[in-house]
């Protein structure tokens, strides 16, 4: 109804899987890169998890448009079935002819199992895609199980992917099902868009639909971000709505009246900007009052109890945080120094406090947001995430691990890897151990740092301006050889034939090449162009 008036071409936030609409954040190419590894690496288990909306099926349908043409798919929508509903779905989706009425578990399996050898003797790979996986049952996940048991004495003959909500992650994690959890080769969860990718989110949606111009203001766009979290589908259902009321008042831009009119509507929240303001201020008072009375409550059951205390600081910026990791621990960790798969770390604080070292910076901050915080005053940025040690290796930086969950998790900062040893450092001691022993007890979650271009605001992407744009093209040209050209355009706007100059640095980088640069180009344009930087592997060329 209001396309015609803005000028799009079709509806820019349908809620609909469709794949030209994915907004490629970081983590979503993270993610489609993790599915993409796991799809390539010969038999077992993906996992890609993430709260409702935030575009697990979309990805999925991109990685559906990568797939070779000779790969026989299955893609299961509805997985709340029993173990014979689902083997009887597989055969479905792959073209299996099954006797009517079967009910025989042995009777689907040994068709699925010839499918899949005469596939294989025709040189072709067979997956499984199963969305909404938080709803298959113990019983038909080990039955999934068993069907990735399907072999030659050289390789697997299934791939199966599993998307679902966090929950599935709890599932997995089940005592039952830890034979299944092993055969993960690769697993991914998706969190909700920052506030910076909720902008790029709503730039791209438009550009795709047909309008290269702005029409959410700032202010709406900062309110879109705190009442929808940064969950996709309920950003496009608020800018739906918000663009429909905006065309019905014969207004051009979208305000942020029109957005909390607009999620009241869709959502039952947020009636008007002033309910919403005075409601939290509200809010605030009552849990001000609240934290007082508590507060002078625990001060007074406590103050006749302290005792105190003479400390030795030694010098230690960290006397209030006792080491989890024993004085002695040997120079090199080895299968008789400790127990089999046990691991020692220390605490986040002190991981970081040796992550900074390697960057030749001091910190004193004691928990993961203000030692980020501290760590942008040196121009670097934090980034966490999970992964496998292939994302180590591609961004090549020294980084915290997570090698332990729990009330107090244990961390340790890996700062160099080779020839299958690796080289950890804890409370600023260097310790070498195989590289396997090192991941086996990680736990997928990392923390590194990278350094930033000056003027670094987010990702680009084309079809804007950006100030950015020129000290990027020079470094590209730096390492391509590769002359820059600004062609007939304004020297800060992010064309096509730039665009596609950048994709084809980001293919001979084994990058995503989707033109858009964002940290992962970043990072390796800044991994190529300054020898400052403390790298995780030696690259081709160092020394």
Known sequence: MYNEYFGLNESAFSIAPDPRFLYMSPQHREALAHLVYGFNSGGGFVLLTGEVGTGKTTICRCLLEQIPEDTFTAFILNPKLSVEELLASICDEFGIQYPAGNTSTKIFVDLINA???????????????IDEAQNLTTDVLEQLRLLTNLETSKTKLLQ??????????????????????????????????????????????????????????????????????????????????????????????IDKAIIFKASHEVLGTAKSPAGFKSLWITICIICLILASV??????????????????????????????????????????SDQPESVMYGTSFSLSMTDLARLWGINISAHDKKSACREIEFSGLKCLSS??????????????????????????????????????????????????ERLIESWQGEYLILWKTPPGYKGDLVPGTSNALLPWIEKK??????????????????????????????????????????????????????????????IIEGES
Request: proline residues 6%; neutral net charge.
């Open 476 to 537: 590209i040209s730096a390492i391509s050889g590769v002359p820059v050209s600004y062609d007939n355009d304004s020297e800060y706007f992010y064309s096509d034939s730039r665009a596609a100059r950048v994709i084809a640095f980001q293919k001979r980088q084994k990058l995503h090449a989707d033109g858009i640069i964002g940290r992962q180009t970043l990072i390796r344009i800044n991994t190529l162009t300054d020898s400052s930087v403390p790298l995780l592997v």
């Open 115 to 129: 499918y899949l050898l005469d596939a294989h003797e025709r040189r072709k790979k067979a997956v499984i895609i």
């Open 160 to 253: 199966i992917i599993l998307i679902g909500q966090p929950e599935l992650r709890d599932k997995l994690s089940m005592p039952e099902l830890r034979q299944l959890s092993q055969r993960i080769t690769a697993r991914y969860h998706l969190e909700s868009l920052s506030k910076e990718d909720v902008s790029a989110y709503i730039a791209h949606r438009l550009s795709v639909a047909g309008l290269s111009s702005p029409v959410f203001t700032p202010a709406s766009i900062n309110a879109l971000y705190a009442l929808s979290h940064g969950i996709p589908r309920i950003i496009n259902l608020i800018c739906d709505r918000a663009m429909l009321g905006t065309f019905a008042l014969d207004k051009k831009n």
């Open 294 to 335: 508590v507060a002078a409550s625990y001060y007074n059951t406590i103050k006749d109890a302290i005792v105190p205390v003479n400390i030795t600081t030694d010098n230690n910026p960290d006397i209030n945080e006792p080491s989890l990791i024993p004085r002695d621990l040997p120079a090199t960790l080895n299968d």
């Open 386 to 435: 999970s992964g496998s040690i292939n994302v180590l290796r591609q961004f090549n930086r020294p980084v915290i691990l997570q090698i332990s969950e729990g009330e107090d998790p244990l961390y340790v900062t890996l700062k160099s890897m080779g020839s299958g040893i690796a080289t950890i450092v804890i409370e600023g001691k260097e310790h070498t151990l195989p590289i």
